[in-house]
Nanobody, 125 residues
Framework: QVQLVESGGGLVQSGGSLRLACAAS????????MGWFRQAPGKEREFVTT????????YDTESVKGRFTISRDNAKATVYLQMNSLKPEDTAVYYC??????????????????WGQGTQVTVSS
């Protein structure tokens, strides 16, 4: 079992930056692919980015390429999402998730086994 706790959300102006963190408990964190998803009001949860257990491979959704960067520190059992050049359309609740299938980079929420409670990101125009 893995528990995930996100932090770092908040209110930022358009063009600003935020860094989200997702702290994991559980000894098997280092073997899991980790992902970030987001959900805006009235919309379905959407994929943002994901990273393999060793940090060597990532996969981003098109709308965040060049602006968002996912990384992980397995020694700290934490995954990060650095968000730069934020836009109002990035406003959403951001969730981190863990996929027990090693080496898979999936954009589908159903492929992820554990979820955090989410952290709100609001970008003002």
């Amino acid at each position: 079992q893995v528990q995930l706790v996100e932090s770092g959300g908040g209110l930022v102006q358009s063009g600003g930056s935020l860094r989200l963190a997702c702290a994991a408990s559980g000894r098997t964190f280092t073997t899991y692919t980790m992902g970030w998803f987001r959900q805006a009001p009235g919309k379905e949860r959407e994929f943002v980015t994901t990273i393999t257990w060793d940090g060597r491979s990532t996969y981003d959704t098109e709308s965040v390429k060049g602006r968002f960067t996912i990384s992980r520190d397995n020694a700290k059992a934490t995954v990060y999402l650095q968000m730069n050049s934020l836009k109002p359309e990035d406003t959403a609740v951001y969730y981190c998730a863990a996929d027990r299938t090693t080496r898979r980079l999936s954009r589908f929420p159903n492929d992820y086994d554990y979820w955090g409670q989410g952290t709100q990101v609001t970008v003002s125009s």
